[in-house]
């Protein structure tokens, strides 16, 4: 059994037009809609999850898509970049993708020697793909447009922008088992050996950085990996036992989770590998019903009707 925290679960954003998200990850991204439900405290509102072919923690990108949010600003107290593994040789493919459909990037650049590629999605949140130093293994999902040599392998680190870091990273060194693995500049980079994948985490510490606004285009919170509920209940005594308040264990139908702020001011979560997602549809089918929980199957004709059409 492995009592670590297993790197990243998964990563939740807030989108505005569901249609316009929906296109962006499954098409252009290439990324598998592994389920679609609604927002389990507003049922008229989807929950997207993108990832790879079975959902597997470390690679699912998840969405709550508000027609009309107000667009959120990027800044302190907030996980500021999402970052993708993708293939050695893979990122003229990606900027010519990027081109075709209208993308906004920058040009490639390296950090920590690590070529990556920087763009916004449709609501201008900020996503890297990165060509890792050490090879990534995880299989893709691919599409007719995106094939194996190109397409995205998971999460190979976020980043978290903090006026002091010193707090978050004394979370990630003493509670989840991280240690520092560089350091440039004002970038320190934490990675964990519980998973040889999605394992780090980079703080950016920038003093005067005011702090961000969590609207469309941001992310909400980052969820870490835990392998059970066993594991995740002895996570949450440590967490109380740092004073830091921290939720009862939710269940989220796909994993058990628990939610608490990070004293840097991210919310964090801690989340199961079981039960995963093919447990209300099978592999094959993931991602293609609108999958509520129990509680709303009873409104499910309502839902479906003011839901908003993907195609
Ligand atoms: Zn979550």
């Known amino acids: 059994m492995n009592n670590n925290i297993k790197g990243i679960h998964h990563i939740t954003a807030i989108a505005g037009n569901a249609k316009k998200n929906h296109d962006f990850y499954t098409r252009v991204l290439g990324l598998r ?4 439900t609604v927002n389990f405290d507003d049922p008229h509102t989807y929950h997207f ?3 790879d072919k079975t959902g597997t923690p470390g690679s699912i990108l998840t969405f709550f898509p508000w027609e009309g949010i107000t667009i959120g600003r990027r800044g302190a107290r907030q996980v500021t970049e999402i970052g993708y593994s ?3 040789n893979s ?9 075709d459909n209208n993308v906004i990037y920058n ?3 390296e950090k920590f020697g690590e070529q990556y590629l920087s763009f916004l999605d449709p609501d ?3 996503i890297e793909l990165t060509v890792p130093k050490n090879a990534d293994n995880r299989e893709p999902w691919t599409t007719n447009e995106v094939s194996a040599e190109n397409a995205t392998r998971g999460f190979h680190n ?4 903090s006026n002091k870091i010193e707090a978050t990273a004394k979370i990630l060194t003493d509670v989840f088992g991280y240690r520092l693995l560089e350091q440039h500049v004002n970038r320190y980079r934490f990675i964990t050996d519980a998973v040889d994948n999605a394992a780090i985490v980079d703080l950016v510490e920038i003093p005067s950085e005011i702090a961000g606004h969590v609207a469309g285009g941001s992310v909400h919170h980052v969820a870490f990996r835990v392998e059970n509920e066993e594991i995740l209940m002895q996570y949450r005594e440590k967490i109380v036992n740092l004073g830091l308040n921290i939720t009862e264990k939710i269940d989220r139908n796909y994993f058990y989770s628990l939610y608490f702020r990070e004293p840097g001011g991210v919310l964090f979560e801690l989340a199961t590998e079981n039960p995963g997602f093919a447990t209300d549809e099978t592999v094959e089918q993931l991602g293609s019903g609108l999958k509520l929980p129990a509680q709303y199957e009873s409104i499910r004709k309502d839902i479906e009707k003011t839901l908003p059409k993907l195609d």
């Open 33 to 36: 809609l592994v389920k679609k």
């Open 49 to 51: 999850y993108y990832g």
């Open 86 to 88: 993708v293939p050695e």
């Open 91 to 99: 990122l003229d493919f990606w900027l010519k993708r990027f081109d």
């Open 107 to 109: 040009k490639p650049s």
């Open 124 to 126: 201008g949140l900020k």
């Open 158 to 161: 976020i980043t978290i922008t």
